[in-house]
Nanobody, 126 residues
Framework: QVQLQESGPGLVKPSQTLSLTCTIS??????????WTWIRQSPGKGLEWIGT???????YYNSSLRSRTSMSRDTSKNQFTLQLSSVTPEDTAVYYC??????????????????WGQGTQVTVSP
């Protein structure tokens, strides 16, 4: 059973970099067909996908955030990270890490959410 836990500072000042870590237990970050994702939620805006790292280390970002977003992983610690630079108050949100599993049906791949962290509130304020 994969379990996820977000960690990092809850308060970030404008223009600085938001840094979060997701720790995986009960599974491996290199486990076959697992995708590792950051998602955020702010009042009235719903859920916004930030980026995803595959089990072989490929990374994909939301185009609207790509210029400010960086993901990485540490396979020895079974962790993956998020860095969001040049933050503004508009980046205030609850940030979640989540796992997805890729599966094949006929000739198409599909992705199903597996586990979610509890979420961590990050506030951008002077």
């Amino acid at each position: 059973q994969v379990q996820l836990q977000e960690s990092g500072p809850g308060l970030v000042k404008p223009s600085q970099t938001l840094s979060l870590t997701c720790t995986i237990s009960g599974g491996s970050i290199t486990g076959n067909n697992y995708y590792w994702t950051w998602i955020r939620q702010s009042p009235g805006k719903g859920l916004e996908w930030i980026g995803t790292m595959t089990f072989v280390g490929s990374i994909y970002y939301n185009s609207s955030l790509r210029s400010r977003t960086s993901m990485s992983r540490d396979t020895s610690k079974n962790q993956f990270t998020l860095q969001l630079s040049s933050v503004t108050p508009e980046d205030t949100a609850v940030y979640y890490c989540a796992s997805q599993i890729r599966y094949l049906v006929s000739v198409s791949y599909f992705f199903q959410f597996d586990s979610w962290g509890q979420g961590t509130q990050v506030t951008v304020s002077p």
